[in-house]
């Protein structure tokens, strides 16, 4: 079925359509191998659900047929989905292979579920997958995305072998927990062995920096890429070099660097830009940056909430309202705050301000007694990006972000010294950084929030981001 896969590379589900009807009229239905290269076409052009209706009406599934189907799943963001049918093919006594291992680790990886990559960890070693480099390497990057970076190191060491993507996790994994000198520690470790960086470690390594402020060791490596491993740049290490400047303050720096790229900016570099000067409280260039990042037609509302923060931050409520305004035009959303927590094997989703979880009348109770501890030890709520509500209200707002209904459901439901473990889908705001590390500071928890960007572990009233996100 090379025409499946054809279609399946180029994402063309028009003509993988039309190969799916012509293996219907000759007749190859019961062909395995050919509805299993249709699964993964259906998958790759995000037709997952075509791929399950497949699968579904599939007679004599094999090993690859449900391999197909766990990947398809990983790979369109079903991530409960992809564990539920390695969960019931384990049901049937299939034995996985290590194809099923590197489809289903990822899965488990965005989930941020630490016992859950403990049992798959396990079940690994009593497959005896344990010494296969693709299957570790996933544990490796598994481990550190569910803040376990310390597990992650003891895999890594443990390796005979490694593989550059072994190495790209292990350092990507200290740069989003804000270890830059440990990740730059590595890097130089690397680039004494046989394995060669690719374009993925030098990404990894300028985010590292990025995240930990390490502004010139940065530039060094942008520099060194082409000069020493003849790597050229692409948008991804230009967006990330506009990161690590803008993140730093160095804003005009950022901008001129922009104007001087040599390829055409694309929609990462100018949200970079446009990041740094939310951040930095900086409207001239916040303006300039979504100019030129609206020209490129974004298809999500996340940017244009970004300028609507900056004119906010700066009490330009008219502004606010023209960027709400041709939201409204461009039918473009705001991806909406959502928090998970996992509690007994139970994932729990909370989004800002819902009140649909069983629990929300004890939740939301919790977080006002809380609130009043915190006040006494110091906090005060940062409300300056919302506009026309009395200042309780704002107070009510801020307060019902989904990590803090998150958090406090981790609290009432585990015992003292429990770390709490939130994954949340957009950036923490300033106000909820703030809030977590008072919180942490009166309950005696340690709190461990990963967000879209990196870690933050908090502890004892502080955090391990030095509040430079």
């Given at each position: ?34 509805m299993n290269s249709l ?48 969960y019931e093919m384990h ?85 989003t927990h804000g270890l ?290």
């Amino acid at each position: 079925m090379g025409a499946a896969h054809a279609c399946a590379d180029l994402g063309d589900l028009d003509r993988g359509i039309f190969v799916h009807k012509l293996s219907d009229k000759l007749k190859l239905g019961g062909h395995v191998s050919v509805m299993n290269s249709l699964i993964s076409m259906y998958s790759k052009c995000k037709r997952v659900d075509l791929a399950v209706h497949i699968f579904g009406k599939l007679h004599g599934k094999t090993l690859v047929s449900w391999n197909a189907m766990i990947l398809g799943f990983a790979q369109n963001g079903r991530v409960n989905d992809a564990l539920n049918y390695f969960y019931e093919m384990h049901s049937r006594n299939l034995r996985p292979d290590t194809f099923t291992m590197v489809s289903v680790i990822p899965a488990l990886a965005e989930l941020s579920v630490t016992r859950q990559a403990k049992w798959i960890h396990g079940y690994c070693i009593r497959s005896c997958l344990d010494d296969d480099i693709f299957v570790m390497t996933a544990l490796v990057d598994m481990y550190a995305k569910c803040g376990e970076i310390h597990t992650a190191r003891k895999l890594f060491n443990r390796m005979n072998e490694r593989h550059v993507t072994t190495w790209n996790a292990m350092i990507d994994g200290y740069g989003t927990h804000g270890l830059g000198k440990a990740a730059i520690e590595l890097f130089n470790e690397m680039q004494k062995g046989t394995v060669k960086p690719n374009d993925v470690t030098f990404l990894s390594v300028l985010s590292a920096c990025s995240h930990a402020g390490m502004v010139e060791e940065g530039r060094s490596y942008f520099t060194s890429m082409k000069r020493d491993y003849g790597i050229e740049p692409a948008l991804d290490h230009y967006g990330a070099m506009v990161d690590l400047l803008g993140r730093a303050g160095r804003l005009d720096e950022a901008w001129n660097f922009i104007q001087k790229m040599p390829i055409e900016p694309g929609i990462n570099v100018y949200g970079a830009m446009l990041g740094a000067c939310k951040i930095h409280k900086n409207v001239e260039l916040g303006e300039k940056a979504a100019k030129k990042l609206f020209a490129l037609n974004p298809d999500e509302g996340g940017y244009h909430v970004l300028l609507a923060n900056i004119y906010a931050t700066a009490s330009m409520w008219g502004e606010v309202a023209k960027v709400r305004t041709i939201m409204k035009k461009k039918g473009l959303q705001k991806t909406p705050g959502c928090s998970v927590v996992e509690l007994r094997n139970e994932v729990h989703s909370f989004y800002s301000g819902t009140t649909n979880h069983p629990q929300s009348k004890r939740i939301y109770a919790f977080l006002e007694e809380l609130g009043d501890k915190m006040k006494a030890a110091g906090y005060v709520p940062d409300t300056s990006s919302i506009h026309d509500v009395e200042d309780a209200v704002k107070e009510q707002l801020n307060s019902t972000h989904s990590e803090r209904l998150a958090i406090a459901f981790g609290l009432l439901n585990t015992s003292d010294g429990t770390p709490i473990h939130v994954r949340k889908n957009l950036r923490v705001c300033g106000d909820c950084h703030t809030a977590t590390k008072y919180i942490s500071l009166v309950t005696g928890r340690e709190i461990i929030v990963r967000d879209m960007q990196r870690f933050h572990h908090f502890k004892n009233g502080t955090c391990s981001c030095g509040d430079y996100w």
